[in-house]
Each structure stands twice: as structure tokens, then as C-alpha cells.
Nanobody
Framework: VQLQASGGGLVQAGDSLRLSCAATGLTFSNYQMAWFRQAPGKEREFVASISHPGGPTYNTDFTEGRFTISRDNAKKMVHLQMNSLKPEDTAVYYC????????????WGQGTLVTVSS
């Protein structure tokens, strides 16, 4: 099983980024997929998840309608569209997956760095 995240980079406040995560080696439709992030000096935190079937769930503490998670089951990919980025969104963003009937995310990608300058 491999989750390969991409799309991070250096942007200015107010810009947008779209992160992508490609999954291989798993039955994608059996997995709930999520994005987490970890800012420097802080603990990893949940950003958003999406199940199949089912809809998305967001960390409403900071996504504030700016982030949209989506999945393409045919391509085994999950995306995170991030708009109106803020410097406090700077973090390493990780793609993660868990079986729909499991409570624990046990598949993790390598992370992609998002840096938002003010």
C-alpha cells in the first residue's frame, strides 16, 4: 500500500493550492480517506475526511469553508482544494486512509509541505 501526496509549495496569503494523493495497492472504495496536517512545533491535526459512500467531514476550527476534499474512486485519488490560504495554514499535509469499518488511520503518505507567506 502506498499513498503519494503532492501539490504542496510556497504561496502567498490569499492564494489557492490543490493537494493530491494517489493510492496504490489497496481497494480504494473500502477506505475512508483524509488529510491531516502538522505545523512546526505543533501536533498533527485532522483537516478533512471523505468516505465512500458518504460525504466529507471538516475540521471546522480552521477550514471555514476554505477547504474542499474530494475523491476520485476510479483513479484512486483524493484531493484537497485549499482557497484563501493563511500563514497559519503552513504545515506538512499528510494523506491518510483507514478501512471504513476501522477506527484508526493506518495508511499514511509521506507528506507535502505547504508554506504560506504573509
Amino acid at each position: 500500500v502506498q499513498l503519494q501526496a503532492s501539490g504542496g509549495g510556497l504561496v502567498q496569503a490569499g492564494d489557492s493550492l490543490r493537494l493530491s494523493c494517489a493510492a496504490t495497492g489497496l481497494t480504494f472504495s473500502n477506505y475512508q480517506m483524509a488529510w491531516f496536517r502538522q505545523a512546526p512545533g505543533k501536533e498533527r491535526e485532522f483537516v478533512a475526511s471523505i468516505s465512500h459512500p458518504g460525504g466529507p467531514t471538516y475540521n471546522t476550527d480552521f477550514t471555514e469553508g476554505r477547504f474542499t476534499i474530494s475523491r476520485d474512486n476510479a483513479k484512486k485519488m483524493v484531493h484537497l482544494q485549499m482557497n484563501s490560504l493563511k500563514p497559519e495554514d503552513t504545515a506538512v499535509y499528510y494523506c491518510a486512509g483507514r478501512l471504513r469499518w476501522s477506527s484508526k488511520y493506518n495508511q499514511w503518505g509521506q507528506g507535502t509541505l505547504v508554506t504560506v507567506s504573509s
